[in-house]
């Protein structure tokens, strides 16, 4: 039993003596050492229960590592719930400045934990993970650069949830250098590299589930938004027309401003622009910031579900063929359609009722 008095310190000489032989050296222990440590190579963060006062808590070593995530890595997180809207926003932040992300909630997507969580992040719910082996686990939040963990950051009661209890009494330690621990990861590993394949950034097949969701959203490795490098590589010729569609389409926000003032060049230029916007109250309001610019927008009502694909559609039609990219969600098609073909298919899903609006208004307003 840990005593309360010297809690941080009995706590980090309790995990170091539950390593395996290999992971046990001879550490010493001190009061530097009650928030996090190196242990096995892993560092290793303690994190406890907020009855017992809190030394560390977990959303700032979320919210500190997500910071220290780098273009390229990979960081994975499991949640319990949507129910952190700073840590939601915080890999929202991470995504688009290059840092693959994969989140992993246990809880039932519903509307209210929808409802906290940014369009960005609510991007693409690709599948589900399998029941975890460890149902008691609360989360954990792992990076990693070059193909290795380097840091692992988790909670985890060391025994189930009894009926009538709101919580176990027993501490949570962030610490996974244990058997345990490893054999968690090691589950939660395979299922990312059976779901998504190496390399990660490969295409994935999209797909919904109520239950045990993963949300996945790849920003391009460089700080530019794929909508905008495509529309760099945009012919300038008169036959060229550009449609931009977008469910939230902020003209103001880091994102879609750039967007937006490439449009207003392009169609300064000769381009026919247009935008197909989905008619809810945000766009109402973007509508009018960019009527200042010379863009012509459309108003479409999106079909339901289609928030979950944060889609930001780009068609550019040259003389010959039509360039569709997806810059949210990162799907499984083929980003080159041919002219006589604005269907996009999903790869063993068909395709999402968005595209036969976006196909239905083409066909409508091209030749316009």
Same mark, same amino acid.
């Given at each position: ?32 050492? &009650? ?24 959303? #700032? ?8 995530? #780098? ?31 994969? /989140? ?14 940014? @369009? ?11 029941? %975890? ?16 963990? *380097? ?6 009661? &060391? ?13 949570? /330690? ?10 968690? +990861? ?7 590299? #059976?779901? +998504?394949?190496?390399?990660?950034? @490969?295409?994935? &097949?999209? /797909? ?23 529309? $760099? ?5 008169? $036959? ?12 103001? @926000?880091?994102?879609? =401003?750039?967007? +937006?003032?490439?449009?207003?060049? =392009?169609?300064? #230029? ?6 197909? =916007? ?19 927008? *459309?108003?479409?009502?999106?079909? %339901? ?21 997806? %810059? %949210? /969600? $990162? ?31 083409? @066909? ?5």
């Amino acid at each position: 039993m840990l005593q309360k008095d010297k809690l941080g310190q009995n706590m980090m000489t309790y995990l170091i003596g539950q390593l395996p032989p290999e992971l046990s050296p001879l550490i010493p222990v001190s009061e530097e050492m &009650t928030a996090h440590t190196l242990v096995g190579g892993f560092e290793v963060h303690i994190d406890q229960d907020g009855h017992r006062g809190i030394t560390t808590p977990i959303a #700032r070593l979320y919210l500190r590592e997500i910071a220290r995530a #780098r273009v390229g890595d990979k960081l994975i997180i499991l949640q319990k719930s949507l129910t952190q809207p700073q840590i939601n926003h915080a890999l929202v932040d991470a995504a688009l400045w290059g840092v693959e992300v994969i /989140a992993v909630y246990r809880d039932k997507l519903n509307p209210e934990c929808l409802a906290v969580v940014p @369009s960005a992040l609510q991007a693409a719910c690709y599948k589900i993970f399998r029941k %975890s082996p460890h149902p008691h686990h609360k989360s954990m939040m792992l990076l990693q650069r070059d193909g290795t963990v *380097r840091a692992i950051i988790g909670s985890y009661n &060391t025994r189930r949830q009894k009926a009538g209890e709101r919580q176990p009494r027993t501490h949570t /330690a962030l610490f996974f250098t244990m058997q345990r621990g490893r054999d968690l +990861f090691a589950f939660y590993q395979a299922e990312v590299d #059976r779901l +998504f394949g190496r390399p990660a950034s @490969s295409p994935k &097949t999209l /797909a919904f589930n109520t239950r045990f969701g993963i949300m996945k959203f790849v920003m391009h490795p460089n700080r530019t938004s794929p909508v905008l490098e495509l529309l $760099n590589n945009v012919s300038t010729c008169p $036959n060229t027309a550009i449609w931009l569609s977008y469910y939230n389409a902020l003209p103001d @926000s880091h994102i879609g =401003l750039p967007v +937006f003032i490439k449009l207003n060049d =392009l169609c300064r #230029r000769g381009c026919r622009v247009r935008i197909l =916007l989905d008619a809810n109250d945000e766009n109402r309001a973007a509508y009018e910031k960019a009527r200042q610019l010379h863009l012509d927008i *459309r108003w479409a009502k999106f079909p %339901s579900g289609s928030a979950m694909l944060g889609h930001k559609l780009v068609l550019a039609r040259t003389l010959d063929e039509v360039h569709i990219m997806q %810059s %949210s /969600a $990162n799907l499984s098609a083929s980003q080159h359609l041919h002219k006589h073909n604005l269907t996009l298919y999903l790869r063993g899903q068909g395709f999402h009722p968005i595209y036969q609006i976006l196909e239905k208004e083409i @066909s409508r307003y091209w030749r316009r």
